[in-house]
């Protein structure tokens, strides 16, 4: 699945950890996911910003280390549960730290997945579980799906859009854009 945001207005400068709140259903009692945030600029070309990835049984923030910023899983086995059959659950996935100068014009993409699809570097090697599940993400005023990023005001950004492959670690590639359905990701 992926979303995009409307081209921004104006620069906008991130640094920082961040997370995506998410409402999600599954067919199966947890799937692993990847949550990819991109920049979509606008000569027409994605470049990949950062990522992150939660087992969805294992959604249990730990409430004395998380900030909105930076949710910090318990990964406490006690708190580990599957999700609930046929209905929507709240996960937070939490996102490692970016520092990435959006340009006006551009859209921020984030796109959901299983694990391992376009960074084959983060494949989960022996944990990804066998078998597939249908998973649907909610986006509506009652089952609100958000990005949270930490954006830094006041910071001027005195150049234009580098070249494709011109940023250390973020590759770029022509957008391409996805028709949301019904996915699968790794059930676990």
Known sequence: MSYLTSPLSANTVVVG??????WIRSSAPSVD????VSEVRPDGLETFV??????ASERKLDAAQSTLLEPVPS?????AAPLPRGRFTAVTVPLYYEGHAYRKGARIRITIAA???DQPVWAFAQTIPSGR???SVAHSPRLPSRLILPVVPGVAVPTGLPPCRGLRGEPCRPYRPLINRPGTAAGA
């Open 17 to 22: 950890a961040g997370a995506a709140q998410l």
């Open 33 to 36: 996911l990847q949550v990819t």
């Open 50 to 55: 950062q990522d992150g990835w939660l087992r």
């Open 75 to 79: 990964l406490r086995r006690a708190d």
């Open 115 to 117: 694990p391992g699809g």
């Open 133 to 135: 599940a249908t998973v």
